[in-house]
């Protein structure tokens, strides 16, 4: 991941910031809810919050570029990746999230999903750079 997030430095700022986790006790209603509560303290008032999610949209790495883009000429102030935890997201963090996403119908870590994305995230850039990383 870390290579990536280097590679990323030459396109765009990136900053990966991961939210403790939460010691909540009770149902995963409560534990949700304390993870919004978390998550909801490192936004920032024009943050545009995108939560990876089983029922998110679904796109290839050429529609997630366009994705990508279209987002960030709309010019908001932070694009924010955030992944949920064991049970998901709280109705309020679906309520303040402008998109949804889906990286994959599989079940991967914490760990995985972030460098996932963050290697998506690259690959964007070098499409809408038409630079060779990408290939047909």
Known sequence: MNDYLKRLGHYAAV????VPAVRAK???????????????????????LVLLDERGDRFTSLKFAEFLEKRMNAGPK???FA???AFGFSPEAYQRAQHLVRLSDMTFSHQMI??????????????LKN???HHE
């Not at 900053?15 to 991961?18: L, N, S």
């Open 78 to 80: 932070r694009l924010v």
């Open 131 to 133: 630079e060779s990383y």
């Open 83 to 85: 992944v949920g935890g």
């Open 15 to 18: 900053d990966v910031h991961e």
């Open 26 to 48: 009770g149902d995963a209603k409560s534990i949700m809810r304390a993870e919004w509560e978390a998550l909801e303290k490192q936004l920032q008032p024009g943050d545009v």
């Open 114 to 127: 972030r460098l996932f994305l963050t290697e998506q995230i690259y690959r964007a850039w070098t499409i």
